[in-house]
């Protein structure tokens, strides 16, 4: 079984077309700039970012909108191309909402934009930082810090992902400015909020990067980001020392070599069997959270079989929660995590690429992927 990158395509074709007939930006002029003879670079844009990855395209499948808006350009690249939504000739603002809305339940492993600006702004307000994104430098202003320094450099970030390099998500700024106002002569910049890009400092701009790592100090970090994110609900408490620092973060006892759960940063049960994890899980949403056999890259199946297949389907892939220093991913020298569930359709299942906490306010995506599966 081959384990395809989930990439999502959007592509604005409006993005862009004021800046060459001297409208200093597109927002609310498009049909100006076409009447004065404006031509659409978006696509063109996108397709020298594609041009990177398209050696790797048996190993990806396209998830976009019909037409101009991702259909059409993927498909004439000879990519994989399903549509999830359908558009009209004439697109707006709300045609990229509406297909950020849909994409967002396609549990992608990223999603890649063209665009400017205003575009970022457009998906931010419909997928906040809920999803990995990535964009293609198409619009006329480009303030915002979640796009590539040029279109083959965002190209290059998503084969980075593609060959299991470790790459860093970060939070990074959805800047605009008021076009009115900059038409006038008046520059007024906001910001709008933060979303998630693959942090690669050659080819992102405006992005932070970490330093080398202290052990104690990472997995301080690590449980602090774990405890900044935990809700009201069960936690399953996997083995190892990653995760038992952030038990000792919510001072709370801790079975190294066991499982144990919590609820609302109490003990509920200690040294749980597969058994007892089953009954007391039951009716109930609930995280796990685990991190890999260093050296090996097991994240189930290796001393931690309490975790029976039949608890991890009630999990469900989505509320897996995956620790893990970069020293220690960088040793598996660039081999995937694997799971052993002992259920080989669970284990195929659960393939894929995760956002593996690394830090405070600090992941990196990495691939699941049991070579004996592929």
Same mark, same amino acid.
């Given at each position: &079984? ?43 844009? &996108? ?66 934009? /063209? ?27 480009? $303030? ?7 279109? $083959? ?6 084969? &980075? ?75 399953? &408490? ?30 509920? /049960? ?27 890259? $097991? ?24 620790? /893990? ?50």
């Amino acid at each position: &079984m081959t384990i395809r990158f989930r990439l999502g395509l959007i592509i604005n074709p409006l993005a862009g077309l004021g800046g060459g007939v001297a409208l200093k930006g597109s927002d609310g002029v498009a049909d100006e700039a076409l009447a004065r003879g404006a031509k659409p670079k978006s696509h063109l844009r &996108m397709q020298q970012a594609l041009e990177v990855i398209l050696p790797y395209r048996d190993r990806i499948e396209i998830i976009t909108a019909s037409g101009s808006m991702g259909e059409s350009l993927a498909k004439e690249m000879g990519f994989d191309v399903r549509v999830v939504h359908r558009v009209g000739e004439e697109t707006e603002a709300t045609d990229t909402q509406a297909v950020v809305k849909v994409l967002l339940e396609e549990t992608l492993d990223l999603l890649l934009f /063209a665009g400017g600006d205003g575009t970022a702004r457009d998906i931010y307000e419909v997928a906040g930082d809920d999803l990995p994104v990535l964009g293609v430098p198409a619009g006329v202003k480009i $303030h915002s810090g979640v796009y590539g320094i040029t279109p $083959h450099a965002s190209g290059a970030v998503v084969k &980075m992902l593609l060959d299991g390099e470790l790459v860093s998500l970060m939070n990074a700024d959805v800047m605009d400015i008021d076009e009115t106002a900059f038409r006038q002569g008046i520059v007024k910049a906001r910001r709008f909020g933060e979303m998630l890009v693959p942090a690669e400092p050659r080819y992102i701009q405006s992005v932070k990067m970490g330093g080398v790592e202290v052990d104690e100090l990472v997995l301080l970090d690590i449980a602090a980001e774990v405890l900044d994110t935990m809700e009201d609900e069960l936690y399953i &408490m996997g083995s190892g020392t990653t995760v038992a620092a952030v038990m000792d973060e919510l001072q709370l006892d801790n079975t190294l070599l066991g499982v144990d759960l919590v609820r609302d940063r109490e003990l509920v /049960a200690s040294d749980l069997s597969a058994a007892q994890l089953l009954e007391q899980t039951l009716d109930q949403p609930v995280k796990l959270v685990i991190t890999l056999i260093g050296g090996q890259g $097991h994240i189930l199946g290796r001393g931690n079989q309490q975790l029976s297949s039949e608890l991890i389907k009630r999990v469900t892939k989505e509320n897996i929660i995956i620790l /893990a220093t970069k020293t220690k991913l960088k040793a598996l020298e660039g081999r995937p995590l694997i799971v052993d569930s002992g259920d080989p359709e669970l284990d195929r299942a659960l393939c894929g690429y995760y956002r593996v906490i690394t830090g405070f306010h600090d992941h990196v995506m990495y691939q699941v992927a049991n070579p004996d599966l592929l």
